[in-house]
């Protein structure tokens, strides 16, 4: 089937190597958990930013009130001028309260000394002024995912062809990752180097209310490496 969308990339190559895109918490081919990522130069491929993981919050008022209710809550009006419309999004960081949304990403139960887990009920939470909690991801929750789907990772660079029909070429460069832990996770996270990236909205709010949820944790292909035992650049001939 025909994708043009500016982030058909993944779905390409994934077509290419027969994989049916699906929310399974396994790795997509061979063992290897596949994943794309967009570059304007296949020479210089340690700059783009990585979608590691796209989890849904498994607490907080974005989960037990609704996505209607924390948007109203946290959301602002577009900042393009589209009206009738509020938008949660922006780099959120651990420890540094985002200018839009008046929320702190803490790590609740992770000793960023040790990089250990400290608390059963850990968790990954917005946090608002006045210590509520917007939205939550529960360590278990992501760390069953994390471990499993990415304990052996691929990393493919790809370019975009936007003259005409949309087109992917794929760089023969890649990054590959063996040996992972959620603990390594949090210790990229606690120090910045992962950050949440939400593209979340609701549209017609007066009228008849449309919401796209979109929650991202991210990664320059840079720190890649750390989230790994073992990472090399592979060069395909």
């Not at 190559?13 to 929310?23: D, M, Q, R, S, V």
């Amino acid at each position: 089937m025909p994708c043009v969308s500016s982030n058909c990339g993944g779905y390409t190559l994934e077509a290419e190597l027969g994989i049916t895109p699906n929310g399974y918490s396994e790795p997509d081919f061979l063992g290897w958990e596949v994943k794309q990522f967009g570059v304007t130069n296949f020479e210089r491929i340690n700059s783009s930013v990585i979608t590691l993981m796209t989890p849904e919050p498994t607490d907080g008022i974005y989960k037990t009130q609704g996505t209607e209710t924390f948007l109203h809550t946290y959301g602002y009006a577009d900042k393009t001028g589209r009206e009738d419309r509020i938008n949660f999004g922006g780099v959120h960081k651990a420890g540094v309260r985002h200018a839009s949304t008046n929320l702190e990403m803490q790590l609740i139960g992770f000793d960023q000394e040790s990089g250990k887990i400290r608390n059963s009920n850990g968790r990954i939470a917005l946090v608002d002024l006045a210590g509520n909690e917007a939205a939550s991801w529960s360590f278990s929750s992501m760390l069953l995912h994390w471990n499993r789907k990415h304990n052996q990772a691929c990393y493919v660079p790809s370019l975009s062809e936007t003259i005409g029909e949309r087109k992917y070429k794929y760089g023969n460069k890649i990054i590959l990752g063996i040996g992972t832990d959620f603990q390594l996770f949090l210790k990229q996270m606690a120090i910045g180097n992962i950050y949440y990236d939400p593209g979340i909205k609701m549209e017609n709010v007066s009228t008849n209310p449309k919401i796209k949820k979109r929650s991202q944790f991210r990664i320059k292909s840079q720190h890649l490496n750390n989230l790994y035992r073992d990472s090399e650049l592979v060069k395909l001939s």
